[in-house]
Nanobody, 122 residues
């Protein structure tokens, strides 16, 4: 079992930047793919990015967001640049075992954080 805690959310103007952090409690953190998802009010939870043996981004954030991890510190990050009002959502960190899963699907993840609110004003 891996426990996850997100931080770094807040209010930012359109065009601004935020960096989200996710702290993981797992002895074998490096054996997990880590993903970021987001959910806006009244919307389905959607995939944002993951990092495992490679990285992958949703088309809506490609070129603006960067996912990274520090296995020595059991941390994963999401650097968000050129933020848009449509990026407003609760952002969730998630963990999935490496090997043969679909990391852009929420159902592939076994652990989730509590979420952190990101609000982008126009």
């Amino acid at each position: 079992q891996v426990q996850l805690v997100e931080s770094g959310g807040g209010l930012v103007q359109a065009g601004g930047s935020l960096r989200l952090s996710c702290a993981a409690s797992a002895r074998t953190f490096s054996n997990y793919a880590m993903g970021w998802f987001r959910q806006a009010p009244g919307k389905e939870r959607e995939f944002v990015a993951y990092i495992g043996r490679s990285t992958y981004y949703a088309d809506s954030v490609k070129g603006r967001f960067t996912i990274s991890r520090d296995n020595a510190k059991n941390m994963v990050y999401l650097q968000m640049n050129s933020l848009k009002p449509e990026d407003t959502a609760v952002y969730y960190c998630a963990a999935a075992p490496l090997g043969g899963t679909y990391y852009s699907r929420a159902g592939s993840y076994v652990s989730w954080g509590q979420g952190t609110q990101v609000t982008v004003s126009s």
